[in-house]
């Protein structure tokens, strides 16, 4: 089974200031890791994934995550806050094969103050 | 490119009706598509792993006959929310998968189903 925990519901940060949004995972196989960003009642945006090539993704948006095997981690960072960046993010884990079905954190509330 | 539509975005119905949403995925063709509901301010829960050409796959919880979803085509899923009450009031979102090897998921819009 796999499981994901993001540590922090709402995180709030200054516009220009270093983003950090974490994610850790758990799975008996190799994972593949994603995180989405959703703005209110829309669907979900993929900004980067990670499907065992560069431990070090990059994404839309300026957004990057490092994927971490020994500490379980996939945690979403960008250099500087924009405004527009307010919005719920999702980090999820898939098998690499076989159903490939989703499984979500539980989402962090981004909140960029001027 | 990678758009998937749903229609509708937003329904109202009273209680004991049924209610029909499609997923489109407007420019690929998509094998797998799969149904998610969202309550407020919580995550996606995946109801169902929908293949074109074959019965739906409903997670543990899910009624089958509550929710029934068709995989006509390999653009077209569509769930229907049979006899609806106010507690399936929700946010329903749906994902086509255009490419299996790196599970690359497009999400729709959503549709928020309101049940009176």
């Known amino acids: 089974a796999q499981s994901v925990t993001q540590l922090g519901s709402h995180v709030s940060v200054s516009e220009g200031a270093l983003v950090l949004l974490r994610c850790n995972y758990s799975?008996?196989?190799?994972?593949?890791l994603f995180w989405y960003v959703q703005y209110p009642n829309q669907g979900l945006q993929l900004l980067l994934k990670?499907?065992?090539?560069?431990?070090l993704v990059k994404g839309i948006n300026g957004f990057e995550a490092e994927f971490k095997k020994s500490e379980t981690s996939f945690h979403l960072t960008k250099p500087s806050a924009h405004m527009s960046d307010a919005a719920e993010y999702f980090c999820?884990?898939?098998?690499?094969?076989?159903?490939?079905?989703?499984?979500f954190g539980q989402g962090t509330r981004l909140t960029i103050n001027p | 490119g990678a758009v998937v539509s749903q229609h509708p975005s937003r329904v109202i119905c009273k209680s004991g009706t049924s209610v029909k949403i499609e997923c489109r995925s407007l420019?690929?063709?998509?094998?797998?598509m799969f149904w998610y509901r969202q309550f407020p301010k919580q995550s996606l829960m995946l109801m169902a792993t929908?293949?074109?050409?074959?019965?739906?796959?409903?997670e543990q919880g899910v009624e089958k006959d509550k929710f029934l979803i068709n995989h006509a085509s390999l653009t077209l899923s569509t769930l229907t929310v049979t006899s609806a009450h106010p507690e399936d009031s929700s946010f329903y979102i749906c994902?086509?998968?255009?490419?299996?090897?790196?599970?690359?998921?497009?999400f729709g819009p959503g549709t928020r189903l309101t049940v009176l």
């Open positions: 999820a884990v898939s098998e690499a094969r076989g159903a490939q079905k989703l499984v």
């Open positions: 799975s008996s196989v190799p994972p593949y």
């Open positions: 929908s293949n074109e050409g074959s019965k739906a796959t409903y």
């Open positions: 994902s086509a998968r255009r490419e299996v090897a790196h599970n690359e998921q497009f």
């Open positions: 420019d690929f063709q998509a094998t797998t």
């Open positions: 990670y499907t065992s090539a560069a431990t």
